[in-house]
């Protein structure tokens, strides 16, 4: 009985093992995406209303993806720390426009789920910016990665108020653009 | 002044409006900052959210372990990067974001540290270390009263967190109030200021207006009466000659006997003092009628050019029988030969005549009198009648000229007139458009000049 109970599991073992093989191989085989899915982790997602033609099932990046649309350096206070901190990554209205975001509201979602609705408008009218590196540290879930939005309090002295702390999502998973 | 006063006043006004207002929405804003900050108790929910994350940390392991739907080991290793996140991200907020407890603080500590230990053993589960889950578990549970303390602190620091932050508005919002009711009460003063002075400019000026038509009523009083009194003086004045005229002459033929000789011959004595008394009273009321005529301004001067010398001469030759009872030499010092001069010359002769009879009454016998006539340096001429007697004294110069005055009359009691004189001489010469200077120094002697203006000079013996 034990020995025949056992018998198709094991089976069904070998089925799925040579199935992940064949997985593999075709994503191997595929010239796009293939080697991204195995090297570098997709960090942030955009969906919504953006480039359908472009991006028919929403946007992926990976960390090094996210930095080539244009990198730069930001030293301002935030909401959550103490005194100014050094920050790398672009900022968001790059990332929309690499998109072709087409919307008035972007939701924001995290990875422990806090969801938070910002106005697109945000991201020109205050600079507000994709933090990936801190001081000198790539971003990791540890420490509020793999991304943070920013609102750069040192720029724009009115963020420095409840409703863009609350916009301020770390560890941020997926943009939506509605 | 007052204007300037009231500029000030509103400037006052202004300013202290300004800084009120200021200081008012100053302590709103610090209002609006304290309510803020009562929303802002986000630092307060990391606690609650520390408890959520391990929990489900917790269930992400248990899922594993029994190999519920969906849990996977990277699960696992999420999970913990955000628990490990939350308990590190609090002490590293800004100090208005955290709790200010020692107890907190010391065990947000000691759970950090906790899950240091923990960071190389997720690494190796997430590596594969998959048997190691059940001692990850116990491991984890043992720090179970910690994490709820954690989250009890949390709740409770945060209420009193709030409540302190409530008192405190309820103080801003108290001295909001007072500075309002301070600034109204202060507005309400300044009104009222404004409209006392107001209602008091008001009353000011209604009375002044109130003063000045009584004024302008008691002027047209004082001019009519005046007119009516010199219009009754130049009328009474020529009445009064026309009588004296028949006293004058009867009484001189009485005294002189034309008609024969008086019995007894004191007839002859009181009909001379008769004559005199009339004469004297004849030049008073001619002085009346002159002084009456100017007042009125109905003197018009025969204005007429002739030689000054033979008028000096005139009025010499005829007070020398005065002079000469007066026992009083008057001489003529230093004249202008050859010159001219456009004037009434009935006028001009009563003004020397007068200022040579004053000077001869006001001098001790064995005076001397002096006339002489000079130009000033812008063609003036200068009529001066000096006398050596004893003078005007000082705080009487200005008087002398007022008609009716009569010097010090206990000084020269014995000297006659009604005071017109130099009134007189005074008015007339100022219808010349000249004037009349009167210097002495109240001891040795008067000096009378009549200044005639240089237009009225002509031919200045040149």
Not at chain 1, 59 to 75: C, E, H, N, P
Not at chain 2, 379 to 395: A, F, H, S, W, Y
Request: aromatic content about 6%; hydrophobic content about 45%; overall charge negative.
């Amino acid at each position: 009985m034990t020995a025949e109970r056992q018998r198709p599991a094991a089976t069904f073992r070998a089925i799925r093992r040579i199935g992940r093989g064949l997985i593999v191989l075709l994503v191997l085989l595929s010239p796009l995406g293939g080697a991204k899915a195995e090297t570098a982790p997709v960090i942030l997602t955009i969906s919504g209303k953006i480039d359908a033609g472009k991006y028919p099932d929403g946007a992926r990046f990976d960390r090094a993806a996210l930095l080539a649309l244009g990198s730069q350096a930001l030293t301002t206070e935030t909401h959550f720390t103490r005194g100014p901190q050094k920050f790398e990554g672009i900022r968001l209205s790059t990332l929309l426009d690499a998109v072709g975001a087409d919307g008035s509201i972007l939701a924001a979602t995290a990875l422990d789920g806090y969801s938070v609705e910002l106005p697109i408008e945000d991201a020109k009218r205050f600079g507000v910016f994709l933090a990936l590196t801190w001081n000198g540290v790539a971003m990791k879930v540890r420490n509020k990665g793999p991304v943070w939005i920013i609102y750069p309090i040192s720029e724009h002295p009115e963020v420095n108020d409840e409703i863009y702390s609350a916009r301020s999502v770390w560890q941020l998973k997926t943009l939506t653009v509605k | 002044m007052a204007r300037r006063r009231s500029l000030l006043f509103l400037a006052l006004l202004a300013l202290a409006f300004a800084s009120l207002s200021a200081s008012i929405f100053f302590l709103i804003d610090q209002t609006k900052v304290r309510l803020n900050e009562t929303i802002y108790d986000r630092g307060g929910l990391s606690g609650v959210q520390i408890q959520t994350h391990y929990e489900r940390l917790m269930s992400a392991l248990v899922g594993f372990e029994y190999q519920l739907p969906g849990a996977s080991i990277e699960k696992v290793a999420l999970e913990f990067d955000i628990a490990y996140e939350r308990i590190n991200a609090h002490p590293t907020r800004p100090p208005n974001d955290q709790f200010d407890d020692p107890e907190f603080t010391a065990l947000n500590a000691n759970l950090s540290r906790q899950f240091e230990i923990f960071v190389p053993k997720i690494d190796r589960l997430v590596a594969g270390e998959t048997d190691m889950i059940p001692l990850l578990m116990a491991e984890f549970e043992a720090l179970r009263p910690d994490i709820d303390r954690l989250a009890s602190m949390t709740i409770q620091l945060s209420a009193e967190l709030r409540d302190g932050n409530r008192r405190s508005n309820i103080l801003a919002a108290e001295r909001v109030a007072w500075l309002i009711i301070v600034l109204a009460t202060l507005s309400l003063v300044f009104v009222l200021l404004i409209w006392f002075q107001y209602v008091k400019a008001e009353g000011q000026s209604a009375e002044l207006l109130d003063l000045t038509a009584s004024l302008r009523d008691a002027n047209a009083r004082v001019e009519a009466a005046s007119r009516a009194k010199s219009e009754f003086l130049a009328h009474m004045s020529h009445e009064l000659r026309t009588p004296l005229n028949s006293i004058l002459a009867f009484s001189e033929v009485i005294r002189d006997g034309v008609l024969g000789k008086c019995e007894p011959a004191a007839y002859s004595d009181y009909a001379g003092d008769i004559h005199n008394s009339s004469r004297h009273l004849l030049g008073l009321i001619d002085g009346l009628l002159d002084l009456s005529r100017i007042d009125a301004q109905q003197l018009d001067l025969q204005d007429e050019e002739s030689e000054l010398a033979p008028h000096i001469d005139w009025v010499i030759s005829l007070v020398a029988n005065i002079s000469q009872r007066a026992q009083v030499t008057v001489t003529l010092r230093e004249t202008v030969p050859g010159l001219r001069i456009l004037a009434d010359s009935r006028r001009l002769r009563q003004m020397l005549l007068n200022l040579v009879d004053n000077a001869i009454k006001f001098s001790d016998p064995g005076g001397k009198v002096f006339v002489s006539a000079g130009l000033s340096e812008q063609g003036q001429l200068m009529l001066t009648v000096e006398d050596n007697g004893r003078g005007i004294p000082e705080k009487d110069l200005l008087k002398v000229l007022e008609p009716f005055h009569r010097g010090d009359a206990g000084a020269y009691h014995a000297t006659q007139g009604a005071g017109l004189g130099l009134s007189i001489v005074r008015s007339l010469i100022q219808v010349h458009g000249g004037h009349l200077t009167i210097d002495s120094d109240g001891k040795s002697g008067t000096t009378a000049t009549l200044h005639f203006p240089a237009e009225r000079v002509l031919g200045a013996g040149v």
